[in-house]
Every structure is written in C-alpha cells, then in structure tokens.
C-alpha cells in the first residue's frame, strides 16, 4: 500500500475524508464538500448526530456532486495529538479496507497544533494497521483481501510532513519485521532460521554476529544451553550493532527472550493454546524490530542488541528439574521447572551484553510470565528497573506512544523466595509474586548496570484489533524503546 502527501487534492477518487471539530463544526475542505454537494455533509451529520468527537467516524455514501463514491468525516475532538492522528489513520485504514475501498484521500487542513506532524502521523496510523500476516492463506477469494491501495494526505505542511513520515516509515517497517517474526510459526522460525533473518539487517548498515553452541559453551552460558539442550535446533545467540554516533560513545542496549517454541520441557504445559508459544520469542521479535527501526531513520545513537534464541523441548536430552546449570557470570541456578526457561535464556545474555559493552543501561524484553497477564491484562505492559531516571523516562515513552507500561517492584525482601540449599538460586519461587521473582533473578545478572525488564506476555498477541494493530502480533515494545531513545538518548 502506499501513502502520500499532497497540497492540492487530486481530481477523482474512491473515498473522500474531511474532517469535522467537535460540536459538529466543519473544518474548510468539510465545508467545501457540502457546497458541492448541496449541504449533504451538514444534513447528515446533523441525521446522524454525529459530534465530531475524536475518534469518531461516518460515512456518506453515492454524494451528488462530487465524483467520489463516498464521504467519511472523520471526528477532530479538540483537536488531534500525535497518538491521536496515527490513531484515527489506522481507524480509517480498517474502514477503508471493510468497505472495499481502494483509494482515499484524507483532508487535514485544521485540527492539530502542527499539521504537518499529524499529517505524517495519520500516515503511519494507516501504515500500521495495514499490516496483515497473510503468507499462508492460499485459498483466500480476493473480494477478502484488502482493498486498500493508495492513500493520499492532504495538508497545507506537506514538506514537514515528508520529512517527519520518513522516520516514522522506517520505525513501521521495524514494527512490521517484528510482526513477521512473531507470527511465523514455529517450524518456520527457530533460532537458526531467526538468526538468519537478523542478518539480513546488515542491509542497513546493521552489523550481525551470530555465536552458536560451541561459542557460547566456551563462554561459559550453562542457563541459556541447558533450556535448549532438548531441541533438535541449535540454539543461537544473535548481537547486532547500530554505530549512529562517534564510535566511542557508550551504547544503549536491548535484549530480547527469543524462546521459538515453549513447550515447558520436561515440565510440559497443558495441550490447549499451546500453539500461542510460539510467540514466545516476542522480546527478541522487537529487539530485531527496533533495530531496524534505529538504521532505518539512522538514529544518532550506538545500539546493540542481543537475542538469545533457543526452542525448550521435552526429549532424552532435555534438562531435568533437578538440575543445576552454571551460568556465565559464575553463578549457580538449580532447575524446579523446566517451563521458568525465559529467565534463564536472559540470566546468560544479560551478563554478556553488560560485561561486552558496558552499556549506558540495558532493557530486557520477555514474554516471561503467566503472572503478568493476571496482573495487568492486555492493556500495559509491566517492568522492573533498578533506576529511577530510566523507568520515568519509559513510562513517558509509552504515554506519548500509546504502549503503556507500569512499574513494578523489586525488593530484597522477595530474593527469599528463590533461595535453595543445593545452589545460589533456584528458577521460580512460590506461588504468589510470580512475574516479581522472575524479576529479582533477572536481577543478579545485571551487574549494577542501570537496567530495566519489561514483561510483554500481555500485550505480544492480541486476540481483538486495536487502532494501530489487527488482532495478532502487535509488536507492542518498538515504537515504545524506539521513542525512548528519540527523546533522551540521541545527539
Ligand atoms: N513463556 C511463558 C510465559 C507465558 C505464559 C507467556 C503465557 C505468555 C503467555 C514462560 O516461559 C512460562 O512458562 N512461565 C511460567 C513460569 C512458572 C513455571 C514459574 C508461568 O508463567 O506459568
Ligand atoms: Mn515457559
Ligand atoms: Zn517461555
């Protein structure tokens, strides 16, 4: 599909959007159209009742007058924010696409602060919801596909625009690798196939080094080997750097939990919706994600981050609870549940990234525990962090990008919980503050590294659609860090 920016409406087109401020007051090009079509824009918003609240939508259809075959006036509140504009794109995205439409133009001449910020808002709104993960749907009848083909801006701003949308397109295009990684299924992306699609950031400028079994054995990273010891796929450890600033800067760095298939292992999940672990690799899907999004709009700022991809499978080689695996750092873990695999994967790649780099501070991403969909749902997304000036930084991130986050507590109080006598520590605690003592190990592997861990397991997969994502994979975590690095760590 493909989205535009315009001073000048073009002649003929499928579908004509204007907008209307609330209280029902027509914007110029809204006004424009009910001369032409002999107050047809005021008479059905008045049948209507429609207010011009944000969000809003109506259409009208067959207008006399104008050649377009439909009218959707779309509702500017008070007026539109950033989130606001990209949301209200991706809501006519949907539209468009569910009345078979193929080409629209969309008139934003009032109703935001600063047009042309909005303008390239909308478009990436529409961009992101356009997304559909279809690759296998070999019978579908075309009348099911999407329709939607070309979508036109128009706005006074149309060079701010421009210049604006060209960073906004390469963080949807991060958005959209994430999508694809995570909903592949797991027979297609394991952690060598995975790998392979993290090397081709190298386009970008991205550089990719891949460690295999006997790289990361010889450095000593017994946790994330013992989770993949009963695959038949190799595990695989992926670290990818972005260069955007002087050379000697230090970087901001991101690790994902890339688990391509969680079975539990030897302590095997229930049957039903097994299937959804398969995107379980969803913190390293948007660590790939925001990588390509930071060299896409070549972001001012040194990068790294590393996937630790492993498929945990029951089998004669797989990892007994019981077991006590040595990690890289030195410290001990003893096994009571071969499905608490996530923490482990990151016990590894945590220490390595921060002994490697030496990172300003380090993010985790993981859909590491059931317990954060009892607490937070599907709306936020929690995390955890030793460092008071990150988490306030993240939470603004997601208030401006609409991938909310909400902090959590760490407390020594809670490291009694994973205390055992036969190692340093064991892999779960009991049965309360599950996400909480996921949380305190992932801690011991920081290093005093100003750090944050967010858990996704509520928000990777969504079983509805939102304005910014069909329902399936959301990518929720790449606009989120991509913004965060936006405003606080570039130049
Ligand atoms: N990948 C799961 C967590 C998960 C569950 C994510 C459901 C998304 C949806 C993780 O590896 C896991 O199995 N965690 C266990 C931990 C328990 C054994 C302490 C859990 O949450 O049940
Ligand atoms: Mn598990
Ligand atoms: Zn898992």
């Not at 059905?44 to 067959?62: D, E, P, R, W």
């Not at 590894?348 to 780099?357: H, V």
């Not at 100003?450 to 790449?478: N, R």
């Amino acid at each position: 599909m493909k989205v535009g920016f315009a001073d000048k409406a073009p002649q003929k087109t499928g579908t004509i959007i204007v907008g209307v401020h609330e209280g029902r007051k027509l914007t110029a090009a809204a006004q424009m159209l009910d001369a032409a079509t002999d107050g047809a824009v005021s008479r059905s918003v008045k049948t209507a009742g429609f207010n011009g609240k944000k969000h809003q939508t109506l259409q009208i259809l067959a207008p006399a007058g104008v050649k377009a075959d439909r009218i959707v006036l779309m509702g500017l509140g008070k007026g539109l924010s950033a989130l606001d504009a990209a949301k209200t794109g991706g809501a006519l995205c949907a539209l468009l696409n569910a009345v078979h439409e193929k080409d629209a133009v969309i008139h934003l001449d009032e109703g935001a602060e600063d047009l042309g910020d909005a303008a390239a808002e909308m478009a990436s709104g529409v961009q992101l919801r356009s997304y559909r993960f279809d690759r296998y749907r070999t019978r579908e009848p075309a009348d099911k596909k999407p329709s939607l083909k070309k979508v036109t801006i128009v706005t006074p701003a149309t060079s701010d625009a421009r210049k604006r949308h060209k960073s906004l397109a390469a963080v949807a295009e991060g958005v959209h690798l994430t999508r694809d990684l995570v909903s592949e299924p797991p027979n297609v992306l394991y952690p060598e196939s995975f790998a392979a699609e993290a090397k081709k950031l190298a386009e970008l400028g991205v550089s990719v080094e891949v460690l295999g079994e006997k790289q990361m054995r010889k450095l000593g990273m017994g946790a994330l080997l013992g989770v993949g010891q009963g695959s038949l796929r190799e595990s695989q450890m992926v670290v990818m750097q972005w260069q955007g600033a002087r050379a000697s800067a230090a970087p901001v760095a991101f690790v994902g939990k890339g688990v391509t298939f969680d079975t539990g292992g030897i302590s095997l999940k229930p049957g039903p919706g097994m299937e959804e672990m398969k995107w379980d690799m969803g913190g390293a899907g948007v660590v790939a994600g925001l990588m390509k999004a930071l060299a896409g709009r070549k972001a001012k700022v040194n990068a790294v981050g590393v996937l630790g991809l492993v498929e945990n499978m029951p089998d004669g080689a797989a990892q007994r609870p019981g077991d006590i695996v040595t990690t890289m750092s030195g410290q001990t873990i003893e096994i009571h549940n071969t499905d608490a695999e996530g923490r482990l994967v990151l016990a590894d790649a945590l220490w390595y990234t921060q002994d490697r780099f030496k990172p300003r501070y380090m993010i985790d991403l993981a859909t590491l525990t059931g317990a954060m969909i009892i607490a937070l749902g599907n709306e936020y997304a929690g995390f955890f962090s030793n460092d008071d000036d990150l988490s306030a930084a993240l939470s603004a991130a997601g208030e401006a990008t609409g991938e909310k986050v909400w902090r959590l507590p760490l407390a020594e109080a809670y490291d009694n919980l994973i205390k055992t006598d036969g190692a340093d520590m064991k892999n779960i605690g009991g049965r309360g503050a599950g996400s909480i003592t996921a949380a305190q190990l992932l801690q011991r592997f920081v290093n005093d590294t100003p750090w944050a861990h967010l858990d996704i397991a509520g928000v990777t997969w969504s079983s509805k659609d939102s304005p910014l994502a069909a329902k399936g994979a959301t990518a929720y975590g790449v606009r989120l860090l991509d913004r965060l690095v936006a405003d606080n760590y570039e130049g």
